[in-house]
């Protein structure tokens, strides 16, 4: 006999597939504005914070009494990768066919809970270590312990290479990181403020955070970026194989975004920093040829939605300027993003309410 529900479903608010256009949190961190284009990250454009500080110093802007660190952001980073080489040892019994990324979770989740106390920017510093010492060992190389009083760009350049990394490439790296460091309530911070509602603590938070950036509709998109400027190139017709995508009903990676209706601020961001950069004319000029091929099939393609460049198209091109391995690009967003997480669980948590929607029962 079926049970009776225990309230009249019907009289539940429709469905938004999604959760488009639901709003579940008030927040001081980052503002998204769609239908402009336009980011701003506690007061500051997105342009004004990437243009003239470092990433630390931008964490810093966005966590400012909100995290309840006495410390400087910039020491809470530092202190989090010295925490995280005293645990570097984990990665050495772990398998080398995990990814560099999934190499970053088993060093998070090794850490002790308690060892970063109230201070999450800790935990957001650690994963630069578990970043550049998971991607030596899987090359057979050792790891490079950090250096405290450096910047986190600067630092996990040279735990990366094992050599001091020129300075347009420190800066180029601090354009990016900046860059991801917030953005309203995508899926991973969703997902951060969810885990933080139920006071799992940061750690946990961290960890669904980044399960959910990694999948390629979120972070994982901007290696297959790469993939496929290589193939455009590679075909000799980049036209005809981008209609050939479409067609087959693939996704053109680094394209469409859920909230931007035009075109994501931070793509030109990233695109103004190329420019001090590249060596390789050849790749910067067929990327704009690939985006400027894209968009035009794009707007035939779905004329009635707006799909423009998003962030991970020029992420790919920048961070292969700098010579960093495209496995690396998703891990390196956590590394970006992980203060951002952190600062929204903290919002979160002072305002003490479990995350608890509800779902319309349509079974038998
Ligand atoms: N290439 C081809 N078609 C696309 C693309 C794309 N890049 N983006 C959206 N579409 C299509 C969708 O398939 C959908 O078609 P349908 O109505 O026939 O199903 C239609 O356009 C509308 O899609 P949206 O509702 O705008 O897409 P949604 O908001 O669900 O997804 C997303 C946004 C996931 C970013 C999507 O545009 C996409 O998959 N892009 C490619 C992957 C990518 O670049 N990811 C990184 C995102 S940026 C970030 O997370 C930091």
Known sequence: MPLAPTFDTSKLPPISDGLEGIVVAETVLSDVQGAAGRLTLRGKSVEELAETGSFDSAVEHLTRDLLPASAPA????????????????????????????????????????????????????????????????????????????????????RMLTGSVPPAAHVAGLNRYLTTVLDHGL?????????????????????????????????????????????????????????????????????????VYRTRDPRADVLKTGLAALSKDSGRVALAEEIEREALS????????????????????????????????????????????WCAHMAEQQAKGRLIRPQSRYVGP
């Not at 002790?112 to 578990?130: D, Q, R």
């Not at 901007?222 to 194989?241: E, F, H, K, T, Y």
């Open 74 to 157: 910039q020491v809470s980073l530092a202190e989090g990768r010295s925490l995280a080489w005293e645990q570097i040892g984990v990665l050495r019994a772990a398998d080398s066919d995990l990814s560099a990324f999934e190499m970053m979770t088993i060093g998070l989740a090794a850490l002790p809970s308690s060892a970063a106390g109230e201070n999450s920017l800790m935990l957001a510093g650690a994963l630069s270590v578990f970043l550049a010492g998971g991607y030596r060992l899987k090359a057979g190389l050792e790891p490079i312990a950090p250096d405290a009083t450096a910047e986190t760009a600067a630092d996990l350049l």
């Open 297 to 340: 099939a794009l707007a035939l393609h779905k004329p009635e939605r707006k799909l423009d460049t998003n962030v991970e198209f020029y992420t790919a091109v920048l961070l292969e300027a700098i010579g960093i391995d495209r496995s690396l690009f998703t891990p390196l967003f956590a590394v970006g993003r992980a203060p951002g």
């Open 186 to 258: 995508n899926a991973s911070t969703f997902a951060a403020r969810v885990i933080a509602s139920t006071n799992a603590g940061a750690k946990a938070g961290l960890l669904g955070a980044m399960g959910a950036l990694s999948g390629p509709l979120h972070g994982g998109a901007p290696g297959p970026v790469l993939d496929m400027l290589d193939a455009a190139q590679n075909s000799g017709n980049v036209r005809a194989w981008i209609g050939g995508e479409l067609r087959a009903g693939r996704r053109l990676m680094g394209f469409g975004h859920r």
